[in-house]
C-alpha cells in the first residue's frame, strides 16, 4: 500500500511529446483511472510510473520513495498488462509465483501466498493448467493472481479487459472492484473505456495529448467538466454543444438563442462561447416540466430516432436546411434523449427546452468551462 | 456390352464390381481388353470404356485424387531419403571391405565383410581424440554464439535506437567475406608470442590450442546466429518481456527467462548451425594446429592421417567418416526433439 505522486513527468520521443508536464497525486488505498482517447499518453504515463519508460524530465515517488530511476522491479508495483502477457511456457503456478521465486522467498511462503492468491481469484485446482488451456477470463484471473501474490504497493492496471468480451468484461469489473475493496490498495487503471472509469474509480484523471484535463470524482466530470475535452469525452451519447458568442442578453448562435445575464457568469459581449448540455438535458415541450427550469423552445426537425430500449435517441437538426454530418454531430445537430413512450416519427416538427440549470458554458478559444449552470 | 445384360447383379452391387477390379490387374493389359468385364464406375451412366491397365489406373487417381497426393508424397520422400542415405551406404560398403579387396568394391554389394574396421580405427590412431577436439570446440562455440548471438539478437531485435540498420549491416557484412581473406592476419596473430599469455599457455602463443580455432569460428558464425535470433526475438510481444520486468528480472533475466525459452526452435536452429558448422569446419582447424592430436587438431584431420605416404586407407577413412558423423546425428535428433514449435499460441490474445 502506497501513494504514487508524479511531479512534473514529461516524456518526449523524437520529435513527440506524449506526456506534458504531467502532475498529479493518488493517495494510499485510491482507485484512480486514466482515461482518453487512444494515443493521449495514458499508457505511457503508466508506463512511466511502472519504470518501463524512464521519464525525460519530472519525478515519480511512491510510498514516499523517489523511484524515478529506479527498475520496474524495486518499485514496489505490479501491473496487469492488455494482453494478459501470461508466459506461456509457465503452468499457472509458475505464473503467479514467477515474482516470488526471483525474490528467492522459501518454498512455504510461496505456496501460502499463491494460494491465497488463487483464492481471491477464485483460481483453485487450476495450478498445473498452462495458458493456453484457459479461457480467457480464467488467464485474466491468474494474471490477477500474479499481480496480487507479491503484496505489491500499488497495482498498476493496463486496459486488463479490453480483450475480453462484453459480457466478460462487465462481470469482471465488479470483480475488480470488490478486489479493491479486499484488498484495499492503490489501484491505478489505464483504459478508454468510460463507463469502466466512471463506475469503477474513486477519481478519474481526463487525459488528452498527454496534458492532464480534470482530475475528480468520476460525477464531478460528468456534471462539472472542467473543459470542453472533458466535457465531450466523458458522457455517452456525448454532450451537444452550440458554437456562438455572448450578446447583451446572452448567447447568440446561429441556430439558437439562450438568454441570461452575462455579467451574472463573467462573460463580456463578443466574447466567443460555446454552450454545453447533455442529451439528458434537452426535452421536448411538452415534457417541459420536466425541466427544473426550461428555456423558451426552440423550433427542431427530427432527423434519425435510435430507440435503445430504455430509452430513444433523437437525433434533431435546428433547422430543415442543416445537413447531417458525416462525422459525429456537426453544427446545427442535437442529439437529445427521450422516454421511451415518446411518440415521435422521423421528419416531424419539435419544440424543445433545455434545462437552464443544466446548460454549460464554454470560453471557446481556451475550452476552460465557465459555469455549469444558468441558475445562480 | 452383353454382359450387362447377363450380369445385372453386378451392376446393382458395387462391392461385386470391385473385387472383380482389384483381381483384373495381375492379368495385365491384355486380359483387361479381352476378358469380358465391368470395367465401370457403377454410379456414372457414361458408356463402358475399355481401359488398359494406365487408363484404368489414371481413371481412378482422377475419381481418388487423394490417392494420387499420397502417391507423389510417397515418391519424394524415396527419392530424398534414397539421395540423402545412399552415400552414407556407399560409405559403410567402403568401411567394411576388407583392404585388399578395396579394388573390387561394388556399388551396393561389400567385397568381403571386415567390421573390423570400426576398432582399427581407433587402434591405428587416437581417433577418439580428434573427434573429442571437435566436439568440445563445437560445443564451447555454439555456447559462446549463442550467448553473444542472443545478446545481440535482443538488442537488434527489441531496441529502437539510433544507426541499428548501419550496425546490423556491419555484423552481417563480416559473413559475406570469405574465410580465407581472414586467415593470413589471424595465422600470424596467433602465431605471435603474447608475454602476457606466457603464464596460461605453454608457447605464449595462441597456435595449436583450441582458442586458436574456437575464436575464429565463432566469429565468423555469429552473424548468422545473431540473425536467426533477432528475428525470433523479435517476434515475442513487449507485454511479456515488460511483464517479467515488473515481476522482478532485469532485462537480461527477461531475455534468458522468457525471450529465449519461447524462441526455443530459433535458438535450437541457431546452435545446431553453428555445432555442425564449426565441427565440420576444415580449413581454420588444420591451418592453426600442427595436426597432432594432442595439439587440437579437429577430426577432419583425423580422418586425413589414414592417408599415408605409400597407400591411402580408404576403408579406415570411410570408417572414420561414419564415427564421426554420429555425434552431429545424435545432436540433431535430439534438438528436434527440443524444437516444439507453437509454444507461443495462446501467449498473448492479440
Redesign the interface.
Known sequence: MASVKLEGVTKRYEDVTAVNEMSLEIEDGEFVTFVGPSGCGKSTTMETIAGLTLPTEGTIEIGERDVTNLPPKDRGISMVFQNIALFPHMDVYDNVSFGLRLRQYDQEEIDRRVEEAADIVQLEGMMDRMPKEMSGGQRQRVAIARAIVRNPGAFLMDEPLANLDAELRVHMRTQLQRLHRELDTTIIYVTHDQAQAMTMSDRIAVIDSGVLQQVAPPLKCYNEPANLFVAGFIGSPAMNFLEGEVVDGGFESEYANIDFDPKAHGVTPRQDLTVGIRPENVFLEEDSRKAASPTKPFDAVVDVIEPMGKEVNAYLLFDRDVEASAEGRGEGQLLINLTPDTDIEEDDDVRIVMDRQNVHLFDRTSGDAISHSLET | MTDRSTEPGDELTPGADETTLEAAPDGGVADAETVDQPVVNPTADEPDLDRGLIAAWAAKMITNPDRAYRASFYVATIFFLVTTLFPFYWLFVVAVTPRNNLSEVGVFIPAGFNPAAFIEVFTTLPFHRYVFNSFLIATIATVAVLLVGSLAGYVFGRLRFRGRNVMLLLVLVTSFFPPAAFFIPLNRLFNTNVDVLRPLLSAGSLYNTPYAIFIPLSAIFLPLSIFILMTFYSQI?D??E?????????RI?ALFR?IV??SAPGVATAGVLTFISVYNEYFFSSLMTDGRPGSWAPMLEGILRFQGEFEVLYNLMAAASIVAVLPVAILVVVAQEKIVSG????????
Open positions: 510481444p507485454g511479456l515488460d511483464a517479467a520486468r515488473v515481476e522482478g528480472t532485469t533475466g522468457v525459452p519461447l509454444l507461443t499460441t495462446g501467449a498473448v490474445k492479440e
